[in-house]
C-alpha cells in the first residue's frame, strides 16, 4: 500500500487552495475574521441538563436580612449568648430607667433556646409616676430598617406572660416611632397570660416606609416577658417564606441547581460555629441559632435545611448540599472520631428523602412536606482539599454514603483540572477568583484536560480586585468570556455557578456580588445580567464553531434550542470581543439540515460600554443593561460589527427551508467553487 504521507509542500498548498476557496465562496477577505457555524444539531452534542445554577452562602446578610423575609431580627434575643444578662442588639428600649427596666433570663419557653426578654414596667397609668402617653417599651428596628408597604399584610407572632393582666400596643412606626403605619393591641387577663401564650396578630399598613420599625409598648405597670417575636410579609413567595422580588430575580435566570448553604458559612472558623442541619429544621420557635463567624453575624436559621430544600423545588432546580465534613477553618476532628459526623450526613439524605414514616423523612412530613425532596448531590466540605485530615475524612463518608445511596453523586473539593485525583469521586470542585484579564485567558482552561474521569463543577466563579470595583461591566466581560469557555467544553464541565449571589448594601463583607439590596430594592450588577445570556444553555446543544483570523479577543459558542415560550427553534450565538477596536466579523450557518434562517423573529442583543469600570447602583439600576433589538439582515452569512469591549448574542429562528437558492450563497454553490 502506498505511504500516507504527502511532500510537507503539497500539504501547505492544500490547505492555502482550500482557504482561500471558502473565502471566494463566502465573500470574506483574507484578512478579515469568519465565525463558522456548523448547525448540524447530528454533529453538535447535548449540554448537561445541570450546566448553569446557582450558589448560594450565608453571607452579606444574603438569606438573614435578604432572601428570607423575616423582619425581626435577633426575634429569640439568643444573640447575645446563652449567659445572662445579655447583649439584646439591635433591640432597643423606649423610656427611661425612672420608667423601665429591661433585661434577659432564661426562662425560655423553649428547651434549646432558653433566652427571653423580661421587661419590668415602673411606671403606670395613673399616680405618681405616669408613663409617657405613647408608652413604655422595646422596639426592634429589623436589619437596617423594615420595609412597610402600604396596603400589604404583615403578620406578627410573638409568645408572652406576666405576673398581671397586659394591655400592650403591637405596632408598625416610622424609624423615629412617631408615626404609626399599623398598629393592634393584646389585651390579656392575669389567668391568661401567667403561661407562655402564642399571640398571632395581620396588621395591615396603612402607609409606607422603607426605614420602619417594630415597637411593644405598654402604659401599665407590671412585669411582660417576651420571646421569639416574629413579622413576616403575607406576600412571600407562594407563603415559604422568601423575599419575592428577591426570588424572582433568582428565578430569571433559570438555575438547573442551587448549591447551599456554602462556603466558608458551611465550614466555620471554629467548628462550634459551623453549619449544623439538626439545629435549623423544625418549628422555627424552636431552633436555636447560631453565630457565623466567618462573616461574623448571628442567624436565627429560620432559613434552615428544610428551607434550602424548598428553594430549590420552587425555582424548578436540583439541590446540592454542602455538608460538613469534620473541618473548620481553624479545627479538625481525626479521621478516626469522625463517625458521628458520617451518620449526620447520612440523617440529612433521609431527612431529605427519606419516606414519611422513617425518623428524618417523618420530620420533614410534619414540616409540610410528606413527598421526598429530589437530592442528587452532596459535595463534601468546602476548599478543604489538602487540609490534614480531609481525604481520611472523605473516603469514611464516600464509602457510607455510597454504600447506603448509590445514586447519589458525590463532589470532592479537591481540583483534578491538572492532575488526576487519588481518591474516588463523580465531581470535583473548581473556585476560581482572579483578575479581568486572567479570568478571560482562563476560557481555554478546560480544553485539555482529560475527557475522563469526574467532571468539573465550577462552583465559584467571579472576577474580584480592582478590576471588580462592587460589579464592574470589565468584571462581567471577562466572565463572560471564561463562560463561553466552559459552555464549550461542557462534555468535562456539568455546573457553573457564580459567588456570591446576595449582597445587603449595609452589610458588605465581599465584593462584587450579583444582586445588591436593602429593605426595599435592588439592583443586578453586569455580572447577573451576563448569566441571562446563557439562561436557556442548560440541556441545549452546542454546535460545532469555528473562529479564522481570531486575534485572541474574541470567543464565540453557538447553541440550538427551543424556546418554551412560543414553542420555536432558534440557533444562539454568542461572541465576546475582550479587545479595544471594532471588529468586522462575517457569520456563516452551515448544515441547516431542511431548515433556514427567518428574518422575521430573529434577533440580536448588544451589552457593551464605553466605561469599562461602570457600575449599576440603587440611583442607577439599569445604567448598565444589555439591548435587545432586531437582527436586520439575518441569514446564513451576515456581516456584523462587535462592538470593542462587548457580548453580543445572536438569536436566530430556524424555519422551514424555502429551497430558494441565492448564487454564491448556499452549500451547492460553495462546494461548486
Same mark, same amino acid.
Given at each position: ?14 490547505? +492555502? ?44 446578610? &444574603? ?85 412597610? /408597604? ?123 460555629? &459551623? ?100 437530592? $442528587? ?13 480531609? $481525604? ?34 463523580? +465531581? ?13 485567558? @482562563? ?43 466552559? /459552555? ?5 464541565? /456539568? ?13 458588605? $463583607? ?112 439599569? @445604567? ?50
Amino acid at each position: 500500500m502506498a505511504s500516507c504521507k504527502a511532500p510537507c509542500c503539497v500539504l501547505l498548498f492544500y490547505f +492555502f487552495v482550500c482557504f482561500a476557496c471558502q473565502c471566494i465562496a463566502t465573500g470574506v477577505d483574507a484578512d478579515q475574521t469568519l465565525l463558522l457555524v456548523n448547525a448540524s444539531e447530528s454533529s453538535g452534542r447535548l449540554i448537561p441538563e445541570t450546566l448553569f445554577g446557582l450558589f448560594f452562602e450565608e453571607i452579606n446578610h &444574603a438569606g438573614a436580612g435578604g432572601l428570607w423575609a423575616e423582619l425581626v431580627s435577633n426575634r429569640g434575643f439568643e444573640a447575645g449568648g446563652p449567659n445572662t444578662p445579655s447583649n439584646i442588639d439591635p433591640w432597643s428600649i423606649i423610656g427611661d430607667e425612672s420608667s423601665l427596666s429591661v433585661s434577659t433570663d432564661r426562662s425560655s419557653l423553649f428547651e434549646r433556646n432558653k433566652i427571653a426578654l423580661q421587661m419590668e414596667v415602673l411606671c403606670d397609668i395613673s399616680g405618681a409616676n405616669i408613663c409617657p402617653s405613647g408608652g413604655v417599651g422595646i422596639y426592634n428596628p429589623g436589619y437596617w430598617g423594615m420595609n412597610i /408597604e402600604q396596603g400589604k399584610t404583615y403578620k406578627v407572632v410573638l409568645y408572652v406572660r406576666s405576673s398581671g393582666p397586659i394591655n400592650v400596643s403591637v405596632s408598625l412606626t416610622d424609624s423615629s416611632g412617631l408615626q404609626k403605619l399599623a398598629a393592634d393591641d393584646i389585651i390579656a387577663s392575669a389567668s391568661d397570660v401567667s403561661d407562655w401564650k402564642k399571640v398571632e396578630l395581620l396588621l395591615e399598613a396603612k402607609g409606607t416606609n422603607h426605614n420602619s420599625r417594630l415597637q411593644l409598648t405598654t402604659t401599665r405597670k407590671g412585669v411582660i416577658w417576651f420571646d421569639q417575636v416574629s413579622v413576616m410579609p403575607s406576600d412571600t413567595y407562594k407563603g415559604h417564606g422568601f423575599r419575592s422580588d428577591l426570588f424572582q430575580k433568582l428565578a430569571d435566570l433559570k438555575p438547573r441547581f442551587v448549591r447551599f448553604p456554602g462556603g466558608c458559612f458551611v465550614e466555620g472558623e471554629w467548628l462550634r460555629n &459551623a453549619f449544623r442541619w439538626k439545629e435549623t429544621v423544625g418549628p422555627w420557635e424552636e431552633r436555636p441559632g447560631h453565630f457565623g463567624d466567618v462573616w461574623m453575624y448571628w442567624t436565627d436559621d429560620g432559613l434552615g435545611y428544610f428551607e434550602f430544600l424548598q428553594l430549590t423545588e420552587d425555582l424548578g432546580a436540583l439541590p446540592i448540599w454542602v455538608f460538613n465534613n469534620g473541618i473548620s477553618h481553624q479545627d479538625q476532628v481525626d479521621t478516626t472520631a469522625v463517625l458521628p459526623f458520617v451518620q449526620e450526613a447520612l440523617d440529612s439524605i433521609q431527612f431529605a428523602r427519606g419516606p414519611p414514616d422513617s425518623k428524618w423523612g417523618s420530620l420533614r412530613a410534619t414540616m409540610g412536606h410528606p413527598e421526598p425532596f429530589d437530592l $442528587r448531590y452532596i459535595a463534601l466540605g468546602n476548599e478543604d482539599c489538602g487540609k490534614k485530615n480531609y $481525604r481520611g475524612n472523605y473516603l469514611k463518608f464516600y464509602d457510607a454514603i455510597n454504600r447506603a445511596y448509590p445514586d447519589i453523586k458525590i463532589i470532592s473539593n479537591c481540583d483534578a483540572s491538572n492532575r488526576p485525583l487519588d481518591h474516588p469521586a463523580d +465531581f470535583y470542585d473548581f473556585h476560581i477568583y482572579t483578575s479581568a484579564n486572567d479570568m478571560f485567558s @482562563k476560557r481555554s482552561k478546560f480544553d485539555n484536560v482529560p475527557r475522563k474521569g469526574p467532571k468539573a463543577f465550577v462552583s465559584e466563579y467571579a472576577v474580584t480586585g480592582n478590576d471588580a470595583g462592587k460589579g464592574s461591566f470589565l468584571a462581567a466581560l471577562a466572565e463572560a468570556g471564561f463562560l463561553i469557555g466552559l /459552555e464549550k467544553n461542557s462534555d468535562v464541565v /456539568e455546573m457553573v455557578s457564580y459567588a456570591p449571589l446576595f449582597v445587603n448594601a449595609n452589610d458588605r $463583607r465581599w465584593n462584587p456580588d450579583a444582586i445588591v439590596f436593602n429593605s426595599s430594592h435592588l439592583y443586578a450588577t453586569p455580572s447577573y445580567l451576563v448569566q441571562r445570556f446563557f439562561a436557556e444553555s442548560s440541556g441545549a446543544t452546542i454546535l460545532k464553531t469555528t473562529l479564522t483570523n481570531n486575534s485572541n479577543s474574541l470567543i464565540a459558542s453557538a447553541i440550538s434550542w427551543k424556546n418554551p415560550e412560543d414553542s420555536k427553534n432558534y440557533i444562539r450565538i454568542k461572541v465576546v470581543n475582550f479587545g479595544s477596536i471594532t471588529v468586522n466579523l462575517k457569520i456563516s450557518v452551515g448544515e441547516l439540515e431542511k431548515s433556514s434562517i427567518q428574518i422575521s423573529g430573529s434577533n440580536m442583543t448588544v451589552f457593551t460600554s464605553t466605561n469599562l469600570m461602570d457600575e449599576n447602583s440603587f440611583s442607577e439600576p439599569r @445604567k448598565l443593561e444589555p439591548k435587545p433589538g432586531p437582527l436586520e439582515g439575518a441569514g446564513e452569512e451576515m456581516d456584523v460589527k462587535l462592538p470593542p469591549h462587548s457580548l453580543t448574542s445572536f438569536d436566530l429562528l430556524k424555519g422551514p427551508s424555502s429551497n430558494i437558492r441565492m448564487g454564491g450563497t448556499d452549500s451547492f454553490s460553495r462546494s461548486s467553487i
